[in-house]
């Protein structure tokens, strides 16, 4: 096809060789960092298709920057938060997302963080790092057990349901909140309040949107119990950061593990990183060899259908078909 695309940075082979097959105007930003917006605008202007990431604001006035001849934005994500779907929807313009192939990755990397909060893993590293270990204590950076507690699972979607998956193997009780998900893996229904006053472990599993952005907020962490844990591996703007920072530095809660943060990168003065009971990374639930092979994939596969007038075969906003 001869219809000019632009890729907004070198994605894993998979998809690039994809996208290579089928496509001879194949406009690739190389740079490591993202296109700054300026740059966005200028280089995707013209294009029919855009094939983007989660660093990358695509709202109304980008597509109609780009023209009116955009049949087609595939993002090499799951969530969609960055992108204006409505916005999309109102222009038809199919939204591909890429569901499904992370899920064992994210849910994955929930319980390393899980553990490393639970243990105080990352505290321990620095701790031994500084030279500060003299002898085996008995007292000596104690954490959590996971065996018998509960854990509570803000969201039952995929990626949570796959948690209580493996929740199962470390005999954890499992307490669910979702407005619609069914049971799965012996996970128990139950509202949001009691989810918060029973759980020793809360993760949050809710896409990023108007309903669930500041969740996390200093109403929700003084629910609950003094010896729990936060997981976050959803997106950072669930989660009032500053209200955590309180729940952490006054011991409200015991230790909060996040792989997302709001912004990203989070600034290095973020007086979370003074707290040797917050755990952080830079955004690695998916950063496996083979998810991120199989991300590209599926958003190349969505560009391409796009292109050729198919329905794309993961659409967000599936509304455009009707
Ligand atoms: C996604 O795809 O939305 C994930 O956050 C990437 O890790």
Redesign the pocket.
Known sequence: MSSKIFVTRIIPAPGLMLLREHFSHLDLWTADLPPSRAELIARAHGAEGLLCL?TEKVDGELMDAIGSQLKVISS????VDHIDVSAATARRIPVGN?PGV?TDA?ADQTFALLLAAARRLAEGERYLRAGKWVTWSPSLLLGADLADATLGLVGFGRIGQAVAKRAQGFDLRVLYHSPSAKSAYNAQPVDLNTLLRESDFVSIHVPLNAQTSRLVNADFLSQMKPNAVLVNTA?GGVLDQTALYHALKSNRIFAAALD?TDPEPLPMDSPLLELENCLIVP?????SKKTRDL?SLLAAQNLVAGLKGERLPHCFNPQVYQ
């Open positions: 989660l090499m994500s799951v969530g890429t992370l994210t997106r997302v955004h690695l639930g998916s950063a991300m």
